[in-house]
């Protein structure tokens, strides 16, 4: 069991940084990989960015275009989003989630493998 709030979500002008958080709770978090996703108006909820359990993997949606980090500090059971560049386009609703994975996989995309979810934080981007 995990348990995630996120935080850092505000609004800012485009092409401003902003640097999201989410805090797990348990024992354990150092087995769980770690995403985020997003959902904009109007549209499904779209994975943006995973984490393998070490922290030693990454992978990002292509449409970012560089503009994303995600990192996570084991020691402290944190998460983050750095988010560069921002577009209005990157407005939504931001959720980090966890999962445990089949052996041998250390990174998933698919919002099946994720078990536990964040309430989520806002980001508005303003032209």
């Known amino acids: 069991q995990v348990h995630l709030v996120e935080s850092g979500g505000g609004l800012v002008q485009a092409g401003n940084s902003l640097r999201l958080s989410c805090a797990a709770s348990g024992r354990t978090f150092n087995s769980y990989v770690m995403g985020w996703f997003r959902q904009a108006p109007g549209k499904e909820r779209e994975w943006v960015a995973v984490?393998?359990?070490?922290?030693?993997?990454?992978r990002y949606v292509d449409s970012l275009k560089g503009r994303f980090t995600i990192t996570r500090d084991n020691a402290k059971n944190m998460v983050y989003l750095q988010m560069n560049s921002l577009e209005p386009d990157d407005t939504a609703i931001y959720y980090c989630?966890?999962?445990?994975?089949?052996?041998?996989?250390?990174?998933?995309?698919?919002?099946?493998?994720?078990?536990?979810w964040g309430q989520g934080t806002q980001v508005t981007v303003s032209s």
């Open positions: 989630a966890a999962g445990r994975l089949p052996l041998g996989r250390i990174l998933s995309t698919r919002e099946s493998e994720y078990n536990f």
């Open positions: 984490i393998s359990a070490s922290g030693g993997s990454t």
